[in-house]
């Protein structure tokens, strides 16, 4: 079968650093997506890895490793907006261009 | 620059009654996918359509069928709505089935059903 794991809540301070983790088992691989989804609101495009290594995007970066069947993505300088929760989504093969997503990880940020 | 738009925002239904939710997709995008995220829950693709047809399909019963318009919008369609129908449906748009492109999916901000 498929399946996407992400914690599904995390805790951290306001000006901290925090790592959200993703593991997946597909069949076939095709890139991995993250995403952000304030409460209430529609999810908004954070990343995109199809290659391994690190991909940097101001105070947002996510990692893939293909072989590891695993993704993090990193928040830095955390400011309380950032409470959301951050979705993974992975692109299969046998899916053609589908994604299956996890259930998603519910950040909260305390002053 | 107008962004994908839904419509309704929320919508109450009783069981066994159906259902239309409709879409515009972001200017420029000629593709549109539905989703289904229940609380707590990631999206669960239901179905994507390019060119007026129906590329691809999740595991969704045929209850749930769709529509795209030549000027690209669309509707979902729920018959005979049960409890478990109740959800947040989003609608997402591209520009041609996910793939060269893959990141370039915008979401509409979704319509809340609930089905009592």
């Known amino acids: 079968g498929q399946n996407i794991d992400q914690p599904t809540e995390m805790t951290a301070t306001e000006g901290a650093i925090v790592q959200i983790n993703c593991t997946y088992q597909?069949?076939?691989?095709?890139?991995l997506f993250w995403y952000q989804q304030h409460a209430g609101e529609a999810p908004t495009f954070l990343s995109y890895?199809?290659l391994d290594g690190l991909e940097e995007k101001g105070r947002f970066s996510s990692f893939l490793s293909r072989s590891k069947g695993y993704s993090y993505l990193l928040l830095k300088e955390l400011q309380m907006k950032d409470s959301a929760s951050y979705l993974c989504?992975?692109?299969?093969?046998?899916?053609?261009?589908?994604?299956?997503w996890g259930a998603g990880t519910k950040l909260i940020i305390k002053p | 620059d107008a962004g994908v738009t839904q419509s309704p925002t929320h919508l109450i239904k009783t069981r066994g009654q159906q259902v239309t939710l409709r879409c515009s997709p972001k200017?420029?995008?000629?593709?549109v996918s539905w989703y289904q995220q229940a609380l707590g829950q990631g999206p669960q693709f239901i179905f994507q359509?390019?060119?007026?047809?129906?590329?691809q399909r999740g595991n969704f019963p045929d209850r749930f069928s769709g529509h795209q318009f030549p000027n690209y919008s669309s509707e979902l369609n729920v018959n005979a709505l049960l409890l478990g129908d109740s959800a947040l449906y989003l609608c997402?748009?591209?520009?041609?089935?996910?793939?060269?492109?893959?990141?370039?999916?915008?979401f509409g901000p979704g319509t809340r059903l609930t089905v009592t």
């Open positions: 359509y390019y060119e007026e047809e129906e590329r």
């Open positions: 989504a992975v692109r299969g093969e046998d899916s053609n261009y589908q994604l299956i």
């Open positions: 997402a748009s591209s520009l041609g089935v996910i793939g060269e492109r893959g990141y370039e999916q915008y």
């Open positions: 597909t069949s076939g691989f095709n890139g």
């Open positions: 200017s420029g995008h000629d593709t």
């Open positions: 890895n199809v």
